[in-house]
């Protein structure tokens, strides 16, 4: 069992930047990969990056250039480093781990807006 708890959203003006951190429950050495989802209103929940366990990184092409993915091993969190966000990156942000089976976190809220 891998509990996730994401946390850093908030409001943030076009071309600001936030960092959003997801917590898990066990050493992240032990996870297979780790990803940021998001969810806007209306829309279906759409990948936005991943880290493997050998550090290779994927990013959606919407992000590529403005977010990095990062993980620290001594505090178990991956990051989420978003830069010039813009109103389309306002949605609901889900961390996800898959260590065999898939788990998500509870969410957190991004919001871009003048």
């Known amino acids: 069992q891998v509990q996730l708890v994401e946390s850093g959203g908030g409001l943030v003006q076009p071309g600001g930047s936030l960092r959003l951190s997801c917590a898990t429950s066990?050493?992240?050495?032990?996870?297979?990969?780790m990803s940021w989802y998001r969810q806007a209103p209306g829309k279906q929940r759409e990948f936005v990056a991943i880290?493997?366990?050998?550090?290779?990184?994927n990013y959606a092409d919407s992000v590529k250039g403005r977010f990095t993915i990062s993980r620290d091993f001594a505090k178990n969190t991956v990051d989420l480093q978003m830069n010039n966000l813009k109103p389309d990156d306002t949605a609901v942000y889900y961390c996800?781990?898959?260590?065999?089976?898939?788990?998500w976190g509870q969410g957190t809220q991004v919001t871009v807006s003048s």
């Open positions: 996800r781990a898959r260590r065999g089976i898939l788990y």
């Open positions: 880290i493997t366990s050998g550090g290779t990184t």
């Open positions: 066990t050493s992240i050495f032990n996870i297979d990969d």
